[in-house]
Structure formats: C-alpha cells, structure tokens
C-alpha cells in the first residue's frame, strides 16, 4: 500500500536539531501483509515548554491508537488524555532544571501553560479483494487534523484531496486536563496505486499554498529536494534567506500508493 515513504525535518536556523518541536511517525504493514497504514505530524507550540515532548508523545499515541480515533472526537479525546499521563514526571523535571536559570521565572510561566501541538494524521485501509465493480488499488483514508498542520493527496499531477487550516490561531492539543478540547476535523476519501501523500507542519504548508496560488505545483519541487536529506537542508536554508520559508521547524511526511 506504501511502496515509499521519506520524513524530512528540519530546526529553526541555529538551533540545535534535538531542540526540534515537530515530530512526525508512521506505521508501514509488513509487505504482503493486508493491513492498514498510518503517517502523523504534529508541531509543538513554542509558547509552552515540554512541547517537543508532547508532539512526539502525541504522534506515537496515534500511530497505536483504536481507529475510531480517526473519526470520533471522543476517542481521539482520549488518547490524548491517555499521552498526557506522562506530562507531571515531565513538568517535574522542567520545573527543577528552570529554578537553576537566571530567567526562572519566564521558564515557570511556560510550563504552567502546559504544552500544546497542533496534529494531523492519516489513516490508509487496505483495498478491498477486486469483486464486482471494485476498483483493482483502491482502498480508504481516513484524517483527522487540529490546527494548522496539513495534508495534499496528488494524483496524476493534480491535488485530489487536502486538509489545510491556516488561521492566525490555530487550535492545539493540549496536555493540561484543566483546558477544554479543541474540535478535531476530520475528513475521509479514496486512495489509489501511484498516489502521493503529503503532510507538513505549518510553515511549510504555508509555502505550498502560496506556491499553489501562483499557479505552480509545489509538490514536484519538493519531490526533487527530497531526493536526499542534504538536498533537502540545503533548499530549505536557501529558501529561508531568500524569506520564501518561514524560518520555523520543518517537518515533510512522503508517502507514496503502490499495489499490494
């Protein structure tokens, strides 16, 4: 169902990459195996600490999760609540490394915001056996999305399908119980062999969607510097001092549809 799969990330320019706060995780079906797949991203909100932390944490929750987790809001509330169980330990750590920092104080308004990440994730359900008027290839997706971390199916050189929230305050996940939750989008279509899917956190989607705007396909720029992670690095550093790339974390989940 995935023949190929490539994850491209990137810090903020001078940043050390284990300060990194997008993270992004997949779960591939042994090959030959009729199973689902499924490809997460989630960025960290910078405003709170522990983020990094909990975009990681929330990516593996769902890459484990029950599929309902897809398409109802309840189930997807509660793996969250499930990943946040981890958050206290954390806070404890965070708070006694920040009392040793001439700047405490700013460190504690931080952690008591309680990390947040926006998410998206995408769940691919195998193609049915081929009987009656079955297309040969073509199986179901299934995402769900909070904030402004998207997603672009391309099929045949065009977008057949996407999830792109771009607000000026998008909504996030957060790990303290005491905020309310934010609505999940969710959203569900058809899969195909030689369909390519993209997810990306938010700076990037923002350039997709202006190159898209202009008229261009972004998508074959980004397969031709995504042939290695150097080339990759390279783009996004000379596309962050031309200021055509926010100069933020960058995550890129590949996936391309293959036949079973």
């Known amino acids: 169902m995935i023949t190929r799969s490539q994850v491209m990330s990137l810090p903020k320019s001078q940043m050390d990459p284990s300060k990194i706060e997008d993270a ?3 779960v591939l079906p042994p090959a030959g195996v009729r199973s689902e797949a499924r490809l997460v991203v989630a960025d960290g909100s910078s405003g709170s600490a522990g983020s990094g932390w909990w975009a990681s944490r929330l990516v593996q929750a769902l890459c484990a999760a029950p599929g309902r987790s897809f398409h ?6 509660a793996v969250a609540g499930d990943a946040a169980l981890g958050w206290p330990s954390v806070r404890r750590e965070l708070v006694a490394h920040a009392s040793l920092g001439p700047r405490a104080w700013l460190a504690r308004v931080r952690i008591d915001k309680s990390p947040a990440a926006t998410l998206m994730a995408l769940r691919l359900l195998p193609s049915p056996r081929p009987s ?3 297309v040969v290839g073509e199986g179901r ?24 929230c771009q607000k000026r305050v998008p909504h996030v996940v957060r790990a303290g119980s005491d ?3 934010q609505p999940p989008r969710f959203q569900q279509g058809l899969w195909r062999d030689s369909d390519v899917f993209y ?7 923002r350039w997709w ?13 980004l397969d031709d510097v995504c042939a290695t992670p150097e080339d990759f690095t390279a783009w996004v550093t000379a596309q962050r001092a031309n200021r055509a790339l926010q100069d933020d974390d960058i995550t890129l989940l590949r996936a391309e549809c293959g036949p079973w």
Not at 141 to 164: H, I, K, N, Y
């Open 72 to 77: 109802s809001g309840d189930a997807l509330g």
């Open 199 to 205: 997810l990306m956190t938010d700076a990037l989607a």
């Open 24 to 26: 992004a995780a997949m």
């Open 132 to 134: 009656g008027d079955t």
């Open 209 to 221: 969607s202006r190159r898209a705007d202009e008229g261009t396909h972004p998508w074959l720029l």
């Open 179 to 181: 905020d309310s939750a």
């Open 141 to 164: 997706w299934e995402a769900v999305a909070v904030g402004d971390s998207c997603m672009f199916q391309v099929r045949a050189g065009l977008v057949v399908a996407s999830e792109c």
